[in-house]
């Protein structure tokens, strides 16, 4: 089983950029594949990135695609969400998930097993 720390999160203004993280414990992240997600408040939790156990695949939506780099350093144990140039819809808790399917990139809430329990993106106008 495998633990997730989402940091990063925080306030910034419009057009600006943040940097999550997500620390991995208790099994080596090369054995998922990961995925972030968000949630905003009264809103279902929807799909962010994704990427492949090695890295040399991945997927975005339409939303956050040309805005947003999802990476991995399987090293460190560690997972990346870049976002740039933030917009106010983009406020919501992000979350990152691993999926024991680790070939594929999964986009579904429902393909993951293990999730983090989040950090706050708020964007202000």
């Known amino acids: 089983q495998v633990q997730l720390v989402e940091s990063g999160g925080g306030l910034v203004q419009a057009g600006g950029s943040l940097r999550l993280s997500c620390a991995a414990s208790?099994?080596?992240?090369?054995?998922?594949?990961m995925g972030w997600f968000r949630q905003a408040p009264g809103k279902e939790r929807e799909f962010v990135a994704a990427i492949n156990w090695i890295g040399g695949i991945t997927y975005y939506a339409d939303s956050v695609k040309g805005r947003s780099t999802i990476s991995r350093d399987n090293a460190k144990n560690t997972l990346y969400l870049q976002m740039n140039s933030l917009k106010p819809e983009d406020t919501a808790v992000y979350y990152c998930a691993a999926s024991r399917r680790k070939a594929a990139v999964n986009t579904k809430p429902d393909e993951y097993d293990y999730w983090g329990q989040g950090t706050q993106v708020t964007v202000s106008s």
């Open positions: 208790g099994r080596t992240l090369s054995n998922y594949a």
